[in-house]
Structure formats: C-alpha cells, structure tokens
C-alpha cells in the first residue's frame, strides 16, 4: 500500500507536450509574449467565460499588481483564513492588512463584518473565495460601492467556478488565480489576472513587463511576471483534461459524502444551487467532543497509515508571527476563523484517487 497524497499535479500527456517543445525549439522564440502564450490566454478567456486574462509566473504576482493597479494606498480588508500570501501582496504595496473574520458556511469573508472595520483609511477589500466556493459577492459589491471601495478577488481556489452560468472570476474590479502544481489546474508554476476591459489588460501586461509602454517608454515600476512557451504549451494541454480531472474530483466528492453523512462530529460543505463547483478541495470540520478525536489526533493517525491530510488554512495568516501584532489579529476579533482553523482537514482531492484509495481514507475517519 502506497502514500495517498492530499493532492496530486495533474500532468499533460509526454508525448504531446513532446511535439509542441518540438515547436518551440524550431521557433526560437522561447518567451516575451510568443505563439503559445497568446493561444493560452484566449483559450483559457474563453474556458473561464471571462473578456480580458493575463498571464503571471505564479499567483501571488497578479495579486501584487492588482493593488499597484488600481494605485491602493492606505488599509485593506481581507481574511485571514487564505494562504500568506494573500495578506502578503498588501504589505508589499505599503498598504496596511485589516483582518475581517469569516463566515462558517462559505470560509470567506462576513460581509456583516466587513462595515464595522472601514475607516476613513480603507481603500479596498480583498476576499478569497476559499476552497472554490463563492463569497457573497453581491454583499461585498454593495458594500464596496457605499464606500467608494476596490474589490479585488483572491480567486487561486475557483479556477473555472461559476454562478448560475457566470464565472466568479468576473465580480469585483479583478481576480486572480493561481496555476500552482497543487492547484485544479496548473502550469506547473503560473498564475493569471482577470479583468474587464482592453485597456486594463494593457495596463497589467505593461506591469508585468517591467512597466514598459511601447518599446522605449517605462512608466511604472513594473516587474517581471511574464510566462514562458514552454509553461504556456503545458498550460494548453492541460486545458484539455481539465474538465475530466473536475470529473473526477466531483465523484470522489460524492463518496466521501456518501460515507460522512451521519459520522457524529463530522462536517462537510454540500454543493450550492446554481453553481458549478471545481472540487479543489474536499475539507471537513471535525468537532472533537461529538467526533471523539480532535482534528489534530485524526491528522496524525492518518499521517501514521501514510495517508496525507492537510490543516489548510492552519495556523491562520493572522497567527503567524509576522502578523500576530497587528490590532485586526487579535482572536477576539476573528471567533469564526480560529474555531475553523483548528477544526478543519483537507481530505485527499485529485483526479487519480482510486475506490480503494478512498476507502483507505474512509477506514481511518469512520472506525
Ligand atoms: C495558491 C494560493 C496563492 C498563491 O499562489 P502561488 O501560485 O502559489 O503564488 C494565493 N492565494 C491563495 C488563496 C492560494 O491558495
């Protein structure tokens, strides 16, 4: 019996991925906005049903930018239950991060907490739609427009989510995903920024040209972000098995769902109407003294029969040490988070999960 792993990179086919390097070493033309980057940017426009997408070397990159973009100064709102770098792209602009809890039936940010921590000083607010599943974007807008706010969408979770046939990408001022090797759609690194009009994009894909517009004019500090062939042809095969790994993901969903519903203790998030999941994510919420275990307890027993969980997000962002002396750390102000950081795990999630792999992981939770 092998390691069941919490994730597992979906890959591209050699063979093909072989032939189209074949392509580029006869091109020559090896990055700088090639053949193979424009092809990815307009198939992946029109897989996520979104105008305007830019291409970044990772996800924190377009996060970074997006702020620069639309020139934030000042505080932002955001959760502290995401990965660092989410609250990390605000230092990076000079801005000051505001931690807003969470609400228990979506992980994402409380649009009824959101008004209580906007001061004069709140220039934006950054939500995650955690797991790939949709934050009250409607509350956060109207929000947003009371205020005279930006909204800009850590979206590295909703690759391909949609709501009632629209994709999520397209709420807010931008959103960004990540193409991280861990996420449901990868190009081994990579990222990408989504946005509303031409001109936008023409501004982002001058950012992250070192600010150049035109050939002989830089008129931002601009960095470097821009994908390669190489990643971009990976990146448009991928494409194409992308629907049948969701697939996959979506049964082994319903097994796991199936098995957990009536386990005391055990919480799980069920499918929302109107809308087309990517099952990035399968977390359940354990409460020890129903469950019988703690959340910890269940993460190393399985750890110890080699299968892997993941305490994600644990710690929270606002936990780290980097942070924890921010006044919007304190967990008095973040009850809901720091009850779902220590009751959280994240099941084993990918397109290669067998029945029997499955079964293994059931075996450990259900005894
Ligand atoms: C993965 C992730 C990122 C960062 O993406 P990278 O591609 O690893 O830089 C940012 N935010 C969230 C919520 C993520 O899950």
Redesign the pocket.
Known sequence: MGRITVTSPLLPDLEEFGGMLREIWDSKWVTNNGSFHKRLEAALAEYLKVPYISLFT???LP?LTALQALDIKGEVITTPY??V??THSIVWNGCTPVFVDIEESTCGLDPEKIEAAITPATAAIMP?H?YGKPVNMKAIQEIADRHGLKVIY?A??AFGVEVDGESVLNAGDLSTL???A??VYNTL???AMVMHDAETKKKIDGLKNFGFAGETEVVSPGINSKVDEVRSAYGLLNLRQVDSAIEKRRRVAGLYREALKDVPGIRFFDDMPGVRHNYSYFPVFIDAGEFGRTRDELYFEMKEKEVLGRRYFYPLISAFSVYRNLPSAAPENLPVATKIADEVICLPMHHELSDADVERVLDIIIK
């Open positions: 990772n996800g924190t996060l995401s990965f770098a989410t995650v955690c850590d590295a979770h990540s193409f991280h861990t996420k690194e990579g990222g």
